[in-house]
């Protein structure tokens, strides 16, 4: 451990210098992309029905599942929070926990105006702040626009996760290293959809090529109101949401 921290900060030193910057750029493309799949050709988003999301947790469940995220109720690449809006105007926002028991609706009262949840998990910028304070490289977006974060370049700095305003990056236990959802780049590059898209219920999620007319994402986006996540912040999300109430950060 004293020779992994001791790489690390020596590491660290050498980003800020600017010694490491031209092999981390060189090598991204090798990091993200398997063999046999053109980046080039995608352009990856998602969109979120919150009418239609009922706060089952099956989505952070079989994100935690796919992707190996630890059990405890602190690490999460997805998850869901409930929204209850009162008369008196106050607002009171939980993390659903998937693993109780029962139903997630809250218990309305005479103050209850409004109750529903909300999805949240990286919204893949297109001009990610976590990216642009990575001293290694580590953390990086593809050609496809996905954000990723090379485990094996990664010195669990922790400035990525503090400069992300979604709160959706953590530092794993099991790795010392940042982690964050991926969309599930290791299917999404296979054809298939990511975990918590194919679990949904009720389809509140909704995957697929932004710039393909035939996606499902594109019948999303025409048909819908579309509002993203701290738009004042100008990092161009990829996840859009639809419905989504003003109350919501």
Excluded at 102 to 114: D, F, K, Q
Aim: net charge positive; glycine share 8%; hydrophobic share 35%.
């Amino acid at each position: 451990m004293e020779r992994r921290r001791f790489l690390k900060k020596s590491l660290t030193l050498l980003a800020e210098a600017g010694v490491l910057g031209g092999i981390a750029t060189a090598a991204k493309t090798a990091r993200a992309e398997p063999k046999g799949y053109d980046p080039s050709k995608h352009r990856y988003g998602m969109g979120i029905q919150i009418d239609k999301c009922i706060g089952c947790g099956k989505c952070v469940e079989a994100c935690k599942e796919e992707n190996n995220v630890p059990r405890d109720v602190a690490h999460f690449r997805t998850w869901v929070e409930r929204y209850v809006i009162e008369q008196d105007g106050g607002v009171v926002v939980e993390r659903v926990d998937p693993g109780s028991s029962g139903s997630h609706e809250p218990i309305p009262n005479e103050n209850t105006v409004r109750t529903f949840f909300v999805p949240k998990l990286c919204n893949q910028c297109d001009n990610p702040p976590c990216v642009q304070v990575c001293p290694v490289g580590a953390t990086f977006k593809t050609e496809d626009g996905v954000i990723l974060v090379d485990a094996d370049r990664c010195i669990g700095c922790r400035y990525c996760i503090q400069a992300c305003p979604y709160g959706a990056r953590y530092l794993n236990p099991l790795t010392d290293t940042a982690d964050k959802c991926t969309f599930c780049y290791h299917r999404i590059t296979k054809g298939l959809l990511p975990a918590c898209v194919e679990v949904c219920p009720t389809q509140a999620r909704i995957f697929g090529d932004i710039d393909s007319p035939a996606s499902p994402l594109a019948r999303f986006r025409r048909m819908n109101k579309l509002h993203v996540l701290k738009p004042s912040l100008n990092t161009e999300p990829k996840v859009q949401y639809a419905d989504l109430d003003g109350e919501v950060r």
